[in-house]
């Protein structure tokens, strides 16, 4: 907004303008609704059912932090606008924590996990248009730093797009952040099925794989292909040394990005040839491994100890936002994970914590991803509702409010040949705290549209409707339905147990 629009709008009187803020942001907002009922709780103030939240009993107090989340995305990153930065746009200081920047090694990534499922699809765009810009810039930083092709972003960005490392080694040295801002190209993709949208940021895509195909190197004793030097970020590997090679996360992160770019050139018809490199290459990734602990390793070597409990959980990417560990496809690999996540314990910071909802709903365990919320609302929440770090960063909020998504609905794209198809399960890691209740307007990977409404911790009803006639499978409690769709049919699913 400019400073003439700000000036225009003091001569409003203040109850004309949240008259028509409200107008304006509900018309997102409204597209989703929540509810876990209420309780007498529902009478105190924000600031007492925050203090209070640990002690159990106000489930619509986690509905409010998941719609309060969507009320600071819709009001901080829309078409137009700069992306939502370490604190969203609420910063009051001249030097901010961090310069009120974009750290793309987790931060930015998390405030947009909730876009697209939470059906704030437009909030999504300024986050493309910065990924745009970086692939320019990112350019000059690969053919500086590196002598190749492609583009690059480390661990940070600004408004100038700054896409070399800075800083100190131990966190600014990674060269994957740009490969993870890819994801969420593929993600719009993934619930929208717009190949137009796939056709314009394809090439920023292969752009960001094209700095791989020329920076992986061959592992010496492991044969295996493996970014060097790199680190799993903000963590260090033996003592203060934080510099190795083929750290878990960055393997993820580049086995996505191959992958996506394969998927994508079959889908637009293009790049045969630059496709096969790429399904030759990302066969030689360094793979996830089980060290001696049962943990999923953090890095090449079995050196994760249990005494480990740093607030980055890198390497479980994997796990989410990524889908490469399951329950369903990677047994092994889903239990490996989980044992790392105990091993991490329930603490740590604000944005951590919300991380760790999504971590224990992917692990199905709804009960301790709501005990991670609690955590996460009760010590990692101000009395106004923002996430603490401390001190304020916005990216727990949306993280935590994702998580909420998780616990009631997961859902993942599958292809039949280039064809996009949808899997949904239905209350997959639904908690014991919030026995009834009911959300409508989700959206879901293959494009659709769900409501649920369970009762008693079970299933009475989802309906879905189906946005572009896309394949659908249904997953809840063990049962599975396949059917074919028609574009803007709904349909209803129950527990037939």
């Known amino acids: 907004m400019s400073n003439r629009s700000n000036l225009l709008l003091k001569k409003k009187a203040y109850r004309k303008i949240r008259a028509d803020h409200i107008k304006e942001y509900q018309k997102l907002f409204n597209r989703v609704k929540l509810d876990f009922g209420k309780t007498k709780a529902v009478k105190l103030t924000t600031d007492e059912r ?13 509905a409010l932090y998941f719609q309060f989340a969507r009320y600071l995305l819709i009001s901080c990153s829309r078409p137009g606008c700069q992306s939502a930065n370490l604190q969203g746009l609420w910063n009051d200081s001249v030097k901010p924590p961090w310069s009120s920047k974009y750290t793309v090694n987790i ?7 909730l876009a697209e499922p939470t059906n704030l699809s437009e909030c999504h765009e300024p986050l493309f248009a910065m990924i745009k810009d970086i692939s320019v810039t990112g350019r000059k930083t690969a053919k500086v730093n590196y002598g190749s092709d492609g583009w690059v972003c480390h661990h940070n960005t600004d408004l100038w797009r700054a896409t070399g490392p800075i800083d100190s080694a131990f966190y600014g040295f990674w060269p994957s952040g740009g490969a993870w801002l ?7 993709y993934e619930y929208s099925g717009d190949k137009d949208f796939l056709r314009e940021y394809y090439p920023v895509m292969k752009g960001g794989a094209e700095f791989f ?14 970014t060097c030097p790199s680190i799993s970020p903000e963590n260090k590997i033996f003592g203060d040394t934080s510099i190795c090679a083929g750290p878990t996360m960055d393997m993820q992160i580049i086995r996505d990005l191959f992958n996506n770019c394969i998927k994508a050139s079959e889908i637009l018809g293009v790049d045969e040839d630059f496709r096969k490199v790429l ?3 990302v066969n030689r990734l360094s793979p996830m491994q089980i060290g001696k602990h049962g943990q999923l390793q953090e890095w090449l070597e079995d050196v994760d100890g249990p005494e480990n409990h740093h607030r980055h959980v890198s390497h479980l990417y994997g796990l989410f936002p990524s889908s490469q560990i399951s329950k369903d496809k990677t047994p092994d690999l889903f239990e490996a994970a989980k044992k790392s996540l105990e091993t991490r ?4 910071t604000g944005w951590s914590m919300a991380w ?6 992917r692990l199905r365990d709804g009960d301790h991803s709501y005990l991670m919320l609690t955590n996460l609302i009760s010590k990692g929440t101000y009395p106004n509702m923002f996430d603490a770090h401390p001190p304020f960063q916005i990216d727990g909020n949306f993280g935590g409010a994702n998580g909420i998504t998780e616990m009631l609905m997961q859902s993942y794209s599958e292809f039949n040949g280039t064809e996009l198809k949808g899997l949904i399960y239905l209350l997959p890691a639904l908690p014991s705290a919030l026995r009834s209740g009911s959300v409508k307007g989700l959206r879901a990977k293959g494009g659709f549209e769900v409501d649920i409404e369970w009762k008693d911790n079970k299933l009475v009803q989802a309906d879905i409707k189906s946005l572009y006639g896309n394949d659908l499978k249904v997953r809840y409690d063990g049962t599975e339905i396949e059917t074919k769709t028609v574009k803007g049919k709904t349909y209803c699913f129950m527990d037939s147990k």
């Open 356 to 361: 760790k909802v999504n971590f224990w709903a």
């Open 182 to 188: 890819c994801q969420h190209l593929w993600y719009r």
């Open 345 to 348: 314990g329930d603490g740590g």
């Open 107 to 113: 931060n930015t990534e998390m405030n947009y996990w």
């Open 50 to 62: 925050i203090k209070n939240f640990a002690e159990g009993n106000d489930p619509e107090l986690a």
């Open 213 to 226: 195909v020329d920076t992986l190197v061959e592992h010496p004793k492991y044969k295996w292909l493996v």
């Open 279 to 281: 399904e030759e290459k």
